[in-house]
């Protein structure tokens, strides 16, 4: 039988619900509330422990022309506190598929392991991919970086940012859609991955050109990549057009809003690939973030 204190965290957290059912109250804030009013601590520790969503965050190196969109990442992140949510963030043990100088937009000669620059963006916690437990986690989010091809031998002008963190490095590490567009193959352990959440429901929150790996994977499912109609604010439009050849629906989205498929608990926004103030493209991954955790 429910103790008193029992009844008491389940009350308040349901009238908080009731009077204001789009308010995500602060975990932290509801456990300083409710001990202060004298709730039993340890119950309220266990309740609270079920609130909290576990979120796992797969990123692709540090920098926006080899690795992870380090704005986007950085949202993912701050939105993911702001919600209480428990964070551990992943990377492939592996090398990038090539390094790019960011002052001059070009490749050079050296090799860095996408896990080590990960650890940059992640404050040095970052878990090898390998490790990752789907059953440890309600849910995961892909940063990501537009990615368009412009080549000169090795000189890629990127249009992917796979919002499993943002970055080209989502399309160039993650999978090789700068190289082959849509006839690129998703890494084994990411393909597997994004397999598992959806067998076990779990939802996939995706931003930037992530999106392509659930477009790839999930044939038939909903996204967005931004617009479809090339212009100065859309200059990756042309995305759209090969994610709905690869048998996907595409949803013209604006940057400070996301796209749910709700059959598929796919959730994408498209950051970056819209040429926006960073402010809405923080908005818009906000957005993202709140509607996968909600389906969590």
């Not at 609270?48 to 576990?54: L, Q, S």
């Not at 992640?122 to 995961?140: K, Q």
């Not at 477009?215 to 439009?237: M, N, Q, R, S």
Request: charged share 20%.
């Amino acid at each position: 039988m429910a103790s008193d204190s029992s009844r008491t965290v389940n009350n308040i957290v349901t009238c908080v619900a009731r009077q204001q059912p789009s308010c995500h109250l602060s975990v932290n804030v509801l456990f300083w509330w409710l001990t202060a009013d004298g709730v039993n601590i340890d119950e309220l520790r266990c309740f609270t422990e079920t609130m909290v969503k576990r979120v796992a965050v797969i990123l692709s190196g540090c920098g926006v022309y080899d690795g992870t969109e380090i704005h986007e990442a950085s949202a993912v992140l701050v939105h993911l506190s702001r919600a209480g949510a428990k964070v551990q963030m992943f990377a492939p043990n592996a090398d990038q598929m090539h390094v790019v100088n960011h002052c001059e937009g070009k490749p050079t000669e050296e090799k860095r392991n996408i896990l080590q620059e990960s650890a940059r963006i992640a404050r040095g916690d970052v878990t090898d991919l390998v490790e990752l437990n789907v059953s440890a986690f309600d849910a995961v989010i892909i940063p990501g970086k537009p990615a368009t091809l412009s080549f000169s031998f090795s000189v890629l002008i990127i249009f992917l940012i796979l919002r499993v963190s943002g970055g080209f490095g989502a399309a160039k590490n993650l999978c090789d859609w700068a190289v082959k567009s849509k006839n690129c193959a998703v890494q084994p352990d990411i393909e597997k991955l994004i397999k598992a959440f959806h067998k076990a429901g779990k939802p996939l929150g995706m931003c930037c050109i992530s999106p392509v790996l659930a477009a790839k994977i999930l044939p038939g499912c909903e996204l967005t990549v931004g617009h479809d109609k090339e212009c100065d604010k859309w200059p990756y439009a042309q995305t759209a057009g090969a994610v709905r050849e690869m048998g996907c629906k595409h949803v013209n989205t604006d940057v400070d809003k996301a796209h749910v498929d709700a059959k598929n608990k796919l959730v994408t926004t498209c950051a970056f690939m819209c040429n926006a103030p960073v402010h809405q493209v923080f908005d818009g991954i906000g957005v993202m973030v709140s509607e996968t955790l909600k389906l969590a």
